[in-house]
């Protein structure tokens, strides 16, 4: 598996909420190595669940930074087991879990700089972070932050038009401003602040990497139609931010070439170059080779849907970001939290801990549910802001249980009614030629994917791949290699295989039903 790379490769990494998982892809386009170490099982030492820990106050959640260095030194250390020919790197990229912080201590920057080869990172930046426990994108706590930030700048609908998004708990700005108010001493030992992704290049890099457009648009921080950081939003989140932050940079940029840790320790080339990394949704965008009019349905760790936009359309719902791909465009997201980890939990009690068990109460059962609808959060809800677990029987009573296949019915197609309807308020319409492009963990089953194209009343295409965001991001570094030809992404996926047909909506679905 390993071998084949003769004309060369690149590589794309996602450091994603459960795992840092990486696929290296040839000339040609063709992925010949995926692999990937899940911080739950292959890190137990960390004690996460789900890649986190949630705090006591069910509000916070955070994953140890130096889980992520050491899951990464753990990858290296697989592939080069397996023979990998670090050698035939011609460029990587790398995508992140989005909103995700970083706190690099100061001096940090020096210890990247001077990182010794006989050593794997983990040991040598254990004592470059200020803050040992980075906020992800699953925590909800800064709600206090976001209504002043939105005070700051005119109320929620001025902040969606400068930054695309009115404020989000989980968005950097406000996650940077809980942080420095709480615990100012550590933030003010803080030399730079990164995003999951631009910290994952870093390492690489071995000295600071900027953030991307892309990515950048997830803090409340960026104009994204000037590409510049908002002194507005800066100020009223936290001292001294834009030093902290650095210049973001568009997607596509080549930031340098990989450190000469990777070129002793792994036999990487010398000046094989390093593509700004970038959000794991973006990164799918690019790895599903999204086209306009495409709906892109993640089914990762949470459940995302995004689209290609043209113009940017702020709205209060969902958030507007700089498309990775085409700095000119823009790309719509809505991001649901009670996704994989919520089916797997229902997964566990009603069909015995089995995704078989699972897909077989999804056959065993009716499109429609026999009028049977459930909305299940166990934790607080990005879209719409709920919890709780809601069932409806047909004649639209509440009511407190169902069968265990109607309850799995009930789930899946309450998560993409949700879906569905989230979308349309935000103007978005299935027209007879809409492709859905379905990717993540959950895009492996079938049964999921039928609901699916029942409930939008459309085609759902899958790639060879779950790991699109590696995908996209392996892309990204082909891309960046041809940085000076001038050629666009279109052009330089011309060979990438297209997605591949998985499921259509049964006979009698209409598009006008949900
Ligand atoms: N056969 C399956 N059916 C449904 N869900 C699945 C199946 N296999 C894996 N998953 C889900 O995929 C999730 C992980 O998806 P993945 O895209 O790898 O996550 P992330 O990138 O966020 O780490 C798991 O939490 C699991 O619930
Ligand atoms: O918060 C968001 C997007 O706004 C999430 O989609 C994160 O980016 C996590 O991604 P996964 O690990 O679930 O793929």
Known sequence: ??????????????????????????????????????????LPEYGTQGGVHVHEDGLTVTSPVLMWVQALDMLLEKMKASGFDFSQVLALSGAGQQHGSVYWKTGAGRVLTGLLPDLPLHKQLQACFSVSNSPVWMDSSTTAQCRRLEATVGGPHALSCLTGS???????????????????????????ISLVSSFAASLFLGSYAPIDYSDGSGMNLLQIQDKVWSPVCLSACAPHLEEKLGPPVPSLSVVGAVSSYHVQRYGFPVGCKVVAFTGDNPASLAGMKLEEGDIAVSLGTSDTLFLWLREPTPALEGHIFC??????HYMALLCFKNGSLMREKIRDESASCSWSEFSKA?????????????FYFDVMEITPAVTGRHRFSAGNREVSAFPPEVEIR??????FMAKRIHAESLGYRVMPKTKILATGGASHNKDILQVLADVFGAPVYVIDTTNSACLGSAYQAFHGLAARTDLRFSEILKLAPSPKLAAIPMPGVSQEDP
């Open 410 to 415: 009930a789930l899946v197609e309450g998560q």
């Open 362 to 374: 999804l056959q065993s059962t009716e499109m429609g549910n026999g009028g049977n609808l459930g």
């Open 1 to 42: 598996m390993a071998e084949r790379a003769a004309g060369g490769c690149c590589l794309g990494w996602d450091f994603s909420t459960q795992q840092v998982k990486v696929v290296a892809v040839d000339t040609e386009l063709k992925v010949f190595y995926e692999d990937s170490v899940h911080f739950d099982r292959d």
């Open 323 to 328: 498309n990775p791909v085409d700095a000119q």
């Open 166 to 192: 009115r404020a989000y708990e989980r968005f950097t700005g406000n996650q940077i401003a809980k942080i420095s108010q709480q615990n100012p001493e550590a933030y003010s030992h803080t030399e730079r």
